[in-house]
């Protein structure tokens, strides 16, 4: 299922079109940008420019994802013009298609394209039909997420739970429990004592709801605690397993009484709404990773690859965020911005960042009985000044043997507020959770970037990828310069011939040196015969980045010593030289060193 980070991508494909709503009453509008910094998408209406805030849009997606339709209306909580605009784009994607169901408009995500962008379509009317028997269904589920098989254990509702038999009842009960990890040294002895039961659920029995068989008890010892006065057993003969005990249940639930068992469900349920930092996800990455290199040494693309292993065949979920010398905590974690309700008034609303999105989809998984992982992906983290964006959330990054922080801190009143309306509860003081993970890039070399002091870094495992490795597929032969300096040139071995002289000859540092990928597969791309497939691609991108970046940045002290072989007084005119010579441009010697490099 497509990642709502991948649906912003897809938004990119209805810039400029007109979009036209559902209803065809609603005025129809482009979309002139997709402002992820500001977490706003910028419509253009008659003339004038509107923005909707992007949280809008992914809370359809959710609900979307989460089952077979979403009524706009009933997600965002009104009606009216401005609710129609979240829709309108959506439905204009090419996998989304809209329907009526109980005579109320729903779009769907159904997966595959099959209409084109700026384009709506109405589902067919079988399909319809059976879109809508899944909606009524007690728990309505998106048709493309995994099937539920028959071992599934899924929660009973509160009403089902009254509606059971006894021993149904209470063993539903203890079997979530047991799924959902909640038996612990608070639960525990509380369900194991008379006195507890009966102040906190008005269970009045022999015991608590749970007996355990003491060691050296006799079978008459055994059945006389089993049994009230008259002899009749008040707990049942069949055992439940808990850890390496075994415990005897209450028999004692009167269905047809709300007192019976209304005070234990009220506490039952607000145990599954306990928030747990600690989730016992295993896993072989580390929670917080920073990997680091030259340009070039595929750093995104390591964490993209061990991204696609940690969420492989689970249902988790991540979130890319880029840094910038502009950015700040509050784009970051979240801040009150002015948000348009359904009358067309400004209201102030709490608006997470990517941290505040990923630690909450984090903290609903660790609710369930199968957590599942939740990543946040920071691209050049040192371009920020880190301390500023992260805030009180660094102290957060120290983690405990279990993956989650090992200290936590004072949830603020607004982010108090805005987990309260996404986990109906809030803790005094959060923590990152384990089944959360935080991983990033970092480049020293590059210009702008901020120094992180050491009690940052400390938090951190670092990663450093060498500026050779993963370079087996880099390559391609290309014909450089024109006749009679014409010469076939092989990408990575002048790659390296260029870093060699940089750090041998001129003393240049390694993190200025460029990696296997400083220029992209799609740019040294070669066939079987190994030759480039675009050379004039590889031409252009040679100019524009690498002879730029030499030029302008690694070797901007040296140029007029790396260009040796031209006139390397202006950008321009060591571009031009290329054109003609080649290679050459690095003079003699390099060439003796590219040479030497070709033939060992």
Known sequence: MKTFLEVLDDLEQLKGKRLESISGQAAPFTIDEVDRANDRVILGINGSQKSRPLEELRRIWDEMCARPAAHVDSVLGGSGSRRSQPETILANLPYVEWLNIKGKKNIAYIGANTHAFGELKKMDDATAEEYEQMMRSPRPRNPLLPPLGDDTPVDSTREELMAMENKDFIFTVLDTMSRHHLFNGFTLPILESREQCNLLFRHNNIHGILFKRTAGMSDDEFREAMQDEAGRARYYTERFSIA????????????????????????????LLTIKFETGLPSEFERNRIVFGAPGTGKSHTLKKDCNALLDGTSGSFERVTFHPDYTYSQFVGCYKPVTNATGEIRYDFVPGPFMRVLVAALKSGRTDNPQPHLLLIEEINRAKVAAVFGEVFQLLDRADSGASEYDIHATEDIKKYLISELGKSPESIKIPDNMFIWATMNSADQGVYPMDTAFKRRWNFEYIGIDDNDDEVGGLVELGTTPNNKDVDWNILRKAINDTLAVTYGINEDKLMGPYFLSKQIFAYGENGRMLNPEKFKSAFKSKVIMYLYEDAAKAIKHKLFEGCDSSKYSSVCAAFDTYGIDIFGTSFMEKYNSMIEG
């Open 244 to 271: 390496e005990d075994e415990y005897y249940v209450s028999s004692q639930w009167r269905p047809d009484r709300e007192d019976a068992r209304g005070a234990f469900l009220d506490w039952f349920f607000e145990l």
